[in-house]
């Protein structure tokens, strides 16, 4: 974080130093847990004196963008807006159509995102999509479930960056906090489905390929197959968990009958 913030060149006021840090907290590149650098390196790096420095992060603070932890430094605060209250989010972890409904939205969302990245990104944002791809990569190669969903948010949280629209990213991170807080807890057996996980890192590589190529039209559409798989997806595991129920529960009835069957001929 040492080479983010820059010098400031005219006034060196307060002003000045808390347009930096908003414009970096707004555009993405400071997230929610950040810690800043030490006050003595900070007011280095801007150039300003620690007592300006001070009046900038303690009206950042009294804004709700940072929080100062008891011996633990100034991190950025958890600014990601909340898309529902919590009575209604807890309406959508017991609603099915709920679910539908948030991948038909992310479906169109992300195909924008994907679109607008194939536009917009840069060098830069490329060179951090190939990090999160050779992670995807080695997460499939171990299997491990729970990472691999991780990486998997992660890299459409990055798609996302690449678009640099300030709305859609604050619009997706609200909506992959719903993911992130388990309030889709099924989530996960999308990784149950046959041939899913190679499918599925078949498709994040298409979207990667698509932004890299610069082909907005094959971004977008690789994201919009990639919701819909995995909203069928989705599906299959449902009912097949469902079939898998109702046949234990038939298999345990049918045996009960039986074992009871001999004791009722000899009544």
């Known amino acids: 974080m040492s080479d983010i913030f820059s010098r400031i060149e005219h006034s060196r006021t307060a002003d000045e130093v808390v347009q930096q840090i908003e414009n970096l907290i707004l555009e993405g590149v400071l997230r929610t847990g950040d810690r800043l650098p ?8 801007f150039d300003v004196s620690r ?5 900038a992060l303690k009206a950042l603070e009294g804004r709700g963008l940072l929080t100062t932890r008891p011996g633990g430094g100034t991190h950025v605060a958890d600014v ?15 609603h099915r159509k709920a679910v539908t409904d948030y991948l038909e939205y992310r479906r169109e969302i992300e195909g924008v995102a994907a679109e607008y990245a194939a536009r917009r990104a840069t060098a830069d944002d490329l060179a951090l999509l190939d990090r999160i791809m050779a992670r995807m990569d080695e997460a499939d190669r171990t299997g491990d479930f729970d990472d691999e969903a991780e990486i998997d948010v992660e890299f459409h949280h990055a798609i996302c960056e690449c678009a640099h629209n300030i709305i859609l990213l604050h619009t997706l991170r609200s909506c992959y906090r719903l993911l992130s807080e388990g309030v889709f807890q099924n989530r996960l057996l999308v990784f149950s489905v046959p041939g899913a996980r190679e499918a599925l890192l ?4 298409a979207i990667h390929a698509a932004v890299k190529a610069g082909d907005p039209a094959a971004a977008r559409q690789a994201a919009m197959d990639h919701i819909t ?11 097949s968990g469902d079939w898998q129920r109702v046949s234990r529960l038939r298999l345990r009835q049918r045996a ?5 069957e001999p004791a009722r001929k000899r009544s």
Not at 51 to 55: C, N, V, Y
Not at 229 to 239: F, G, N, T
Not at 256 to 260: F, H, K, N, Y
Request: aromatic letters at 4%; hydrophobic letters at 35%; zero cysteines.
């Open 51 to 55: 007592p300006i420095l001070r009046d």
């Open 80 to 94: 990601i807006g909340q898309l529902f209250t919590k009575p209604v989010t807890d309406l959508i972890s017991m």
């Open 229 to 239: 798989y995995v909203e069928r997806s989705m599906a299959e595991a449902e009912r």
């Open 38 to 45: 030490g006050e003595r390196e900070l007011a280095r790096q």
């Open 202 to 205: 078949a498709q994040h590589r």
């Open 256 to 260: 009960d009958a039986t074992d009871t």
